[in-house]
């Protein structure tokens, strides 16, 4: 992997209200293992998202590590279930509240409403997910909540080796997604590698890479088709190196 460009330590930002109890309906046991299997895991959605976010930032500080960077920096703000915040992304239509799942580049900050990922933990969100306008519908589980916190974390990856300044201008909107997908595929596999994952969580990983493919090509924000989303994904997995993601941006 050609890495380049200033990284720095993971820094924890929280959205400013307190959150709500909500907690895992399902048991922790039944998917991704965060730590040890002798470690307590999360038991809340916040909780949830805090481990998966940290235990992904764990990677890429390996990955910089040995690649003789610096580790990598990102802020994260869980927004609670009916609250708001602002962020350095607003692009007009008001603040980010129960749908939100980006990551800015403008204040570094990785934000996921509670309310968005206890849905999809859940499989209470039958339709496609926000961004995409005919996606393959349903996806569930733990791992698919992972898929989309390890996603946004790979655009905070692209931040930190410049991507966006060098080739944002050039590059459609769509290679960038299919190698964020790509970044969380080469993560699922360290947990695999570590024995961390269970039963049905790859499966879990796909159905979400599918759900949030979209058929509108010809938007300039087009975010790639399900396929190309899943095999994104998929090609990181089976790889397990942060370098087989190079050639989205490459090929553009």
């Known amino acids: 992997m050609a890495l ?135 996806t569930m589980g733990d791992f698919a909540v992972a898929y989309i916190v390890a996603h946004e974390y790979g655009h905070q990856i692209q931040d930190e080796l410049g991507a966006f300044q060098r080739d944002g201008d050039r590059v459609p909107t769509m290679q960038f997604e299919l190698q964020a997908d790509c970044y969380a595929g080469t993560w699922a596999n360290s947990a695999l590698r570590d024995n961390r994952l269970e039963d049905g969580d790859v499966q879990e990983a796909l159905d979400a890479a599918l759900a949030v493919g979209d058929f509108d090509v010809n938007n300039p924000g087009h975010h790639g088709t399900p396929e190309q989303r899943e095999e994104a994904w998929n090609r990181g997995f089976e790889a397990g190196d942060p370098s087989s993601c190079d050639a989205y941006l490459d090929e553009a």
């Open 4 to 138: 380049a460009g200033a990284a720095y330590l993971l820094a924890t930002a929280r959205a400013d209200d307190p959150t709500p109890d909500g907690r895992l309906t399902r048991s922790s046991g039944q998917g991704l293992i965060l730590g040890s299997r002798d470690s307590d895991q999360p038991t809340t959605i916040e909780g949830f998202l805090t481990g998966v976010v940290q235990d992904v930032d764990s990677y890429w500080t390996n990955v910089f590590r040995d690649a003789g960077l610096q580790e990598p920096r990102v802020s994260y703000a869980w927004i609670p279930a009916g609250q708001t915040t602002a962020s350095a992304c607003d692009d007009g239509s008001g603040s980010l509240g129960d749908q939100a799942a980006l990551y800015c580049p403008g204040d570094d900050t990785i934000y996921i409403s509670e309310q968005f990922a206890t849905d999809i933990y859940d499989g209470a969100l039958d339709q496609a997910l926000p961004g995409s306008s005919q996606g393959y519908g349903q």
